[in-house]
Nanobody, 123 residues
Framework: QVQLVESGGGSVQSGGSLRLSCAAS???????MGWFRQAPGKEREAVAF???????IYADSVKGRFTISRDNADNTLTLQMNSLDAEDTAMYYC??????????????????WGQGTQVTVSS
């Protein structure tokens, strides 16, 4: 059973940056790893994923602003978020899916979830 623990959320002003991290309890090198977010009253949406072999996939809304990376040596995942705006305010969840197929996975494809970390961007 893989456990995912997020850290790095918080409050920032519009235009600012935050860095989210996700620590996995065990081997996750074979998984497609990434981040979902969910704002109040909205559906959970995939934001960015990185395949086991390193290919990255981003939602159009974050392309050019967010960067996802992984360190397979210590089973960690990072999301660098720049140029944040109020639309980015949400709970962010670390996720692991068996495969992405070079596409952002749907919620149903995720095998493991973290507990979430809140990101709040004030204008």
């Amino acid at each position: 059973q893989v456990q995912l623990v997020e850290s790095g959320g918080g409050s920032v002003q519009s235009g600012g940056s935050l860095r989210l991290s996700c620590a996995a309890s065990e081997y996750t090198q074979a998984y497609c790893m990434g981040w979902f977010r969910q704002a109040p009253g909205k559906e959970r949406e995939a934001v960015a994923f990185i395949e086991a072999y390193g290919t990255t996939i981003y939602a159009d809304s974050v392309k050019g602003r967010f960067t996802i990376s992984r360190d397979n040596a210590d089973n960690t995942l990072t999301l660098q978020m720049n140029s944040l705006d109020a639309e980015d305010t949400a709970m962010y969840y670390c996720a692991a899916a068996p495969v992405c197929g070079n596409n952002l996975p749907p919620v149903i494809a995720v095998g493991y979830w973290g507990q979430g970390t809140q990101v709040t961007v004030s204008s």
